[in-house]
Protein backbone atom coordinates (compact mmCIF):
# COMPACT_ATOMS: atom_id res chain seq x y z
CA UNK A 1 0.00 0.00 0.00
CA UNK A 2 1.15 3.23 -0.60
CA UNK A 3 2.72 5.12 1.98
CA UNK A 4 3.49 8.86 2.51
CA UNK A 5 6.46 9.25 0.13
CA UNK A 6 4.08 7.38 -2.81
CA UNK A 7 1.16 9.58 -2.02
CA UNK A 8 3.52 13.39 -1.51
CA UNK A 9 4.81 12.70 -4.68
CA UNK A 10 1.62 11.95 -6.38
CA UNK A 11 0.84 15.08 -4.44
CA UNK A 12 3.38 17.05 -5.85
CA UNK A 13 2.68 15.94 -9.47
CA UNK A 14 -1.00 16.78 -9.29
CA UNK A 15 -0.10 20.55 -7.60
CA UNK A 16 1.98 21.14 -10.71
CA UNK A 17 -0.85 19.96 -13.14
CA UNK A 18 -4.27 20.84 -11.80
CA UNK A 19 -4.27 23.95 -9.29
CA UNK A 20 -6.45 25.89 -10.75
CA UNK A 21 -8.40 24.25 -13.55
CA UNK A 22 -12.46 23.76 -13.74
CA UNK A 23 -13.49 20.66 -14.57
CA UNK A 24 -15.79 19.96 -17.00
CA UNK A 25 -16.75 16.26 -17.09
CA UNK A 26 -16.05 13.26 -14.76
CA UNK A 27 -17.04 9.64 -15.51
CA UNK A 28 -17.42 7.09 -13.47
CA UNK A 29 -17.09 4.42 -14.79
CA UNK A 30 -16.59 2.02 -11.83
CA UNK A 31 -19.01 2.88 -8.90
CA UNK A 32 -16.45 0.85 -6.73
CA UNK A 33 -14.53 3.27 -7.44
CA UNK A 34 -16.74 6.38 -5.57
CA UNK A 35 -18.12 3.42 -2.80
CA UNK A 36 -17.24 6.13 -0.73
CA UNK A 37 -19.74 8.91 -1.65
CA UNK A 38 -22.94 7.81 -0.75
CA UNK A 39 -25.30 9.85 -2.79
CA UNK A 40 -24.01 7.77 -5.78
CA UNK A 41 -21.95 8.26 -8.86
CA UNK A 42 -24.27 10.36 -10.73
CA UNK A 43 -24.31 12.83 -7.34
CA UNK A 44 -20.68 12.60 -7.71
CA UNK A 45 -19.86 13.73 -11.29
CA UNK A 46 -22.67 16.74 -11.45
CA UNK A 47 -21.36 17.89 -7.54
CA UNK A 48 -18.02 18.35 -9.45
CA UNK A 49 -18.77 19.64 -13.00
CA UNK A 50 -17.69 23.44 -12.88
CA UNK A 51 -15.87 23.22 -10.08
CA UNK A 52 -12.59 24.83 -9.81
CA UNK A 53 -9.40 23.30 -7.94
CA UNK A 54 -7.72 25.72 -5.55
CA UNK A 55 -4.97 23.02 -4.16
CA UNK A 56 -3.84 19.49 -3.94
CA UNK A 57 -3.47 18.37 0.27
CA UNK A 58 -2.63 15.48 2.37
CA UNK A 59 -3.36 14.40 5.45
CA UNK A 60 -1.17 10.90 6.20
CA UNK A 61 -2.10 8.41 3.28
CA UNK A 62 -5.04 10.93 2.04
CA UNK A 63 -5.17 13.34 -0.42
CA UNK A 64 -8.15 16.15 -0.91
CA UNK A 65 -8.56 19.22 -3.49
CA UNK A 66 -10.16 21.98 -2.31
CA UNK A 67 -12.46 23.41 -4.44
CA UNK A 68 -14.12 26.97 -5.13
CA UNK A 69 -17.72 25.26 -3.90
CA UNK A 70 -16.35 24.95 -0.62
CA UNK A 71 -16.17 20.74 -0.76
CA UNK A 72 -13.55 18.66 -1.50
CA UNK A 73 -12.40 15.63 -3.60
CA UNK A 74 -11.10 13.31 -0.98
CA UNK A 75 -8.99 9.99 -2.28
CA UNK A 76 -7.03 7.39 -1.30
CA UNK A 77 -4.85 5.32 -3.23
CA UNK A 78 -5.35 1.84 -1.54
CA UNK A 79 -3.33 -1.06 -2.67
CA UNK A 80 -3.00 -0.25 -6.72
CA UNK A 81 -4.83 3.11 -6.85
CA UNK A 82 -3.09 5.24 -9.53
CA UNK A 83 -3.64 8.88 -10.69
CA UNK A 84 -2.61 9.50 -14.13
CA UNK A 85 -2.34 12.70 -16.29
CA UNK A 86 -2.87 11.81 -19.34
CA UNK A 87 -4.01 13.17 -22.98
CA UNK A 88 -7.18 12.46 -23.93
CA UNK A 89 -6.10 10.92 -26.80
CA UNK A 90 -4.77 8.13 -25.16
CA UNK A 91 -5.95 4.93 -25.20
CA UNK A 92 -8.31 4.28 -21.76
CA UNK A 93 -6.09 1.93 -19.02
CA UNK A 94 -7.74 -1.23 -18.29
CA UNK A 95 -8.38 -0.48 -14.96
CA UNK A 96 -9.69 3.10 -15.41
CA UNK A 97 -12.37 3.94 -13.06
CA UNK A 98 -12.66 7.52 -13.29
CA UNK A 99 -12.00 9.95 -15.99
CA UNK A 100 -11.99 13.63 -15.47
CA UNK A 101 -12.06 16.23 -18.02
CA UNK A 102 -10.86 19.93 -17.50
CA UNK A 103 -12.78 22.96 -19.26
CA UNK A 104 -9.14 24.04 -20.83
CA UNK A 105 -8.46 20.87 -22.60
CA UNK A 106 -5.82 18.20 -21.96
CA UNK A 107 -4.44 16.92 -19.30
CA UNK A 108 -7.14 14.95 -18.50
CA UNK A 109 -6.82 13.04 -15.01
CA UNK A 110 -7.70 9.63 -14.77
CA UNK A 111 -8.45 7.43 -11.46
CA UNK A 112 -6.66 3.86 -12.03
CA UNK A 113 -7.05 1.50 -10.04
CA UNK A 114 -6.89 -2.73 -10.44
CA UNK A 115 -7.80 -4.39 -7.33
CA UNK A 116 -9.96 -1.65 -6.45
CA UNK A 117 -9.17 -0.73 -2.86
CA UNK A 118 -8.53 2.57 -3.48
CA UNK A 119 -11.66 4.98 -3.61
CA UNK A 120 -12.59 8.88 -4.35
CA UNK A 121 -15.36 11.04 -2.76
CA UNK A 122 -16.63 14.28 -2.27
CA UNK A 123 -16.67 15.71 1.16
CA UNK A 124 -19.29 18.57 1.92
CA UNK A 125 -17.72 21.84 3.33
CA UNK A 126 -14.25 19.73 3.29
CA UNK A 127 -12.18 22.42 1.81
CA UNK A 128 -10.08 23.43 4.77
CA UNK A 129 -10.14 19.45 6.23
CA UNK A 130 -12.77 17.01 5.20
CA UNK A 131 -14.37 15.40 8.32
CA UNK A 132 -13.79 12.26 6.32
CA UNK A 133 -10.60 12.38 7.41
CA UNK A 134 -9.88 15.10 10.72
CA UNK A 135 -9.34 12.17 12.93
CA UNK A 136 -6.33 11.33 11.69
CA UNK A 137 -3.11 12.21 13.10
CA UNK A 138 -0.70 14.97 11.64
CA UNK A 139 2.48 13.45 10.13
CA UNK A 140 5.79 13.90 10.89
CA UNK A 141 6.85 16.14 7.99
CA UNK A 142 4.03 18.48 8.50
CA UNK A 143 5.23 21.89 10.30
CA UNK A 144 2.72 21.57 12.76
CA UNK A 145 3.53 18.21 13.93
CA UNK A 146 4.38 18.40 17.98
CA UNK A 147 7.44 15.85 18.93
CA UNK A 148 6.54 16.40 22.53
CA UNK A 149 3.27 15.58 22.38
CA UNK A 150 3.59 12.61 20.17
CA UNK A 151 6.83 11.52 22.73
CA UNK A 152 4.40 12.07 25.40
CA UNK A 153 1.49 10.14 23.80
CA UNK A 154 3.40 7.54 22.72
CA UNK A 155 5.01 6.36 26.01
CA UNK A 156 1.30 6.49 27.94
CA UNK A 157 0.61 3.93 25.60
CA UNK A 158 0.94 0.17 26.76
CA UNK A 159 2.16 -1.35 23.32
CA UNK A 160 5.19 -2.15 20.65
CA UNK A 161 6.87 0.58 19.21
CA UNK A 162 6.37 -0.30 16.10
CA UNK A 163 2.41 -1.24 16.48
CA UNK A 164 2.38 2.31 17.36
CA UNK A 165 4.53 3.98 14.37
CA UNK A 166 1.31 2.22 12.14
CA UNK A 167 -1.39 4.43 14.06
CA UNK A 168 -2.30 6.61 11.60
CA UNK A 169 -4.36 8.45 15.21
CA UNK A 170 -1.07 8.77 16.61
CA UNK A 171 1.16 9.27 13.65
CA UNK A 172 0.73 9.41 10.26
CA UNK A 173 1.40 8.22 6.68
CA UNK A 174 4.45 5.83 8.08
CA UNK A 175 3.31 1.66 6.80
CA UNK A 176 5.17 -1.29 7.14
CA UNK A 177 8.29 -0.03 4.97
CA UNK A 178 9.24 3.05 6.29
CA UNK A 179 8.53 1.97 10.05
CA UNK A 180 11.31 -1.28 9.73
CA UNK A 181 13.48 0.95 7.99
CA UNK A 182 13.29 3.24 10.93
CA UNK A 183 13.79 1.30 13.20
CA UNK A 184 16.34 -0.21 11.69
CA UNK A 185 18.44 3.24 11.87
CA UNK A 186 17.23 3.61 15.33
CA UNK A 187 18.78 0.28 16.55
CA UNK A 188 15.36 -0.48 17.92
CA UNK A 189 13.18 -4.19 17.94
CA UNK A 190 9.85 -3.45 16.44
CA UNK A 191 8.52 -5.47 19.88
CA UNK A 192 10.29 -2.68 22.24
CA UNK A 193 7.41 -1.87 24.91
CA UNK A 194 6.59 2.44 24.06
CA UNK A 195 6.06 2.93 27.97
CA UNK A 196 9.80 1.61 28.40
CA UNK A 197 11.34 4.05 25.54
CA UNK A 198 13.18 7.09 27.00
CA UNK A 199 12.09 9.96 25.59
CA UNK A 200 15.65 10.59 24.22
CA UNK A 201 15.08 7.40 22.18
CA UNK A 202 11.75 8.45 20.83
CA UNK A 203 13.42 11.98 20.07
CA UNK A 204 16.31 10.21 18.11
CA UNK A 205 13.17 7.45 16.29
CA UNK A 206 11.26 10.35 15.32
CA UNK A 207 14.41 12.57 13.30
CA UNK A 208 14.97 8.79 11.56
CA UNK A 209 11.49 8.71 10.77
CA UNK A 210 11.70 12.05 9.12
CA UNK A 211 15.08 11.21 6.91
CA UNK A 212 13.41 8.05 5.72
CA UNK A 213 10.35 9.67 4.30
CA UNK A 214 12.36 12.80 3.28
CA UNK A 215 15.02 10.35 1.54
CA UNK A 216 12.19 8.69 0.03
CA UNK A 217 10.24 11.18 -1.48
CA UNK A 218 13.36 12.54 -3.47
CA UNK A 219 13.33 8.92 -5.21
CA UNK A 220 9.94 9.21 -6.25
CA UNK A 221 8.89 6.49 -3.14
CA UNK A 222 9.48 3.25 -3.68
CA UNK A 223 7.71 0.42 -6.45
CA UNK A 224 8.19 -3.08 -6.07
CA UNK A 225 5.95 -3.15 -9.07
CA UNK A 226 3.84 -1.33 -11.37
CA UNK A 227 0.78 -0.84 -9.04
CA UNK A 228 2.31 2.16 -7.72
CA UNK A 229 3.51 5.15 -10.11
CA UNK A 230 3.29 8.66 -9.98
CA UNK A 231 1.21 10.91 -12.20
CA UNK A 232 3.40 10.74 -15.31
CA UNK A 233 3.47 6.22 -14.81
CA UNK A 234 7.17 6.66 -13.40
CA UNK A 235 7.99 4.47 -10.65
CA UNK A 236 10.02 4.93 -7.63
CA UNK A 237 13.32 4.03 -7.09
CA UNK A 238 13.66 3.96 -2.71
CA UNK A 239 13.79 0.28 -3.22
CA UNK A 240 17.67 0.49 -4.12
CA UNK A 241 18.28 2.47 -0.96
CA UNK A 242 16.60 -0.17 1.62
CA UNK A 243 18.46 -1.94 4.70
CA UNK A 244 15.98 -4.34 5.88
CA UNK A 245 12.41 -4.53 4.32
CA UNK A 246 12.65 -7.41 2.10
CA UNK A 247 15.99 -7.77 2.36
CA UNK A 248 15.61 -11.33 4.77
CA UNK A 249 18.90 -13.46 4.55
CA UNK A 250 21.02 -10.38 3.12
CA UNK A 251 23.78 -9.26 5.23
CA UNK A 252 23.39 -6.07 7.69
CA UNK A 253 25.08 -3.02 5.79
CA UNK A 254 26.20 -2.06 9.06
CA UNK A 255 26.88 -5.33 10.94
CA UNK A 256 27.22 -8.12 8.28
CA UNK A 257 24.93 -10.23 10.44
CA UNK A 258 21.85 -12.22 8.24
CA UNK A 259 18.63 -9.82 8.21
CA UNK A 260 15.74 -11.56 9.33
CA UNK A 261 12.45 -11.58 8.84
CA UNK A 262 9.10 -12.21 11.19
CA UNK A 263 5.76 -12.44 11.32
CA UNK A 264 3.78 -9.14 12.00
CA UNK A 265 -0.10 -8.14 12.02
CA UNK A 266 -0.13 -11.00 9.06
CA UNK A 267 2.34 -9.28 7.40
CA UNK A 268 6.45 -9.21 7.74
CA UNK A 269 8.60 -7.21 9.56
CA UNK A 270 12.50 -7.43 8.94
CA UNK A 271 15.27 -6.49 11.45
CA UNK A 272 19.29 -7.30 12.06
CA UNK A 273 19.29 -9.84 14.50
CA UNK A 274 22.34 -8.12 15.95
CA UNK A 275 22.19 -4.55 15.37
CA UNK A 276 18.08 -4.90 16.76
CA UNK A 277 18.11 -7.38 19.53
CA UNK A 278 14.74 -8.51 20.85
CA UNK A 279 13.87 -6.72 24.11
CA UNK A 280 13.97 -9.23 26.58
CA UNK A 281 11.32 -10.70 28.57
CA UNK A 282 11.00 -12.87 31.82
CA UNK A 283 9.96 -16.10 30.93
CA UNK A 284 6.34 -17.04 32.70
CA UNK A 285 7.27 -19.98 34.49
CA UNK A 286 10.68 -18.49 35.91
CA UNK A 287 8.73 -14.93 36.88
CA UNK A 288 5.89 -17.23 38.76
CA UNK A 289 8.60 -19.17 40.99
CA UNK A 290 10.19 -16.06 41.55
CA UNK A 291 7.22 -14.57 42.95
CA UNK A 292 6.50 -17.98 45.03
CA UNK A 293 10.10 -17.74 46.39
CA UNK A 294 9.70 -14.42 47.35
CA UNK A 295 5.89 -15.00 49.31
CA UNK A 296 5.64 -14.60 52.63
CA UNK A 297 5.16 -18.09 55.07
CA UNK A 298 1.87 -17.45 56.49
Known amino acids: MPELPEVETVRRGLA ?24 GPAHFAATLVGCQILDVRRRGKYLWLPLDSGDAVVGHLGMSGQLLLQPAAAPDEVHL ?13 RFVDQRTFGGLAVSAGGADLPAEIAHIARDPLDPDFSDAAFVAALRQRRTEIKRALLDQSLISGIGNIYA ?14 TDRLPPATVTRLLGHVRDVL ?5 QGGTSFDALYVDVNGRSGYFDRALNVYGQQDRPCRRCGALIRREAFMNRSSFSCPRCQPRPWTRPAAAAG ?6 APNI
Not at 183 to 189: C, Q
Open 214 to 218: TEAIV
Open 180 to 193: DEALWRTRLHGTRP
Open 16 to 39: GWIVGRRFAAVDVRHPRAVRRHLP
Open 289 to 294: QARQAT
Open 97 to 109: RVRFEFADGDPEL
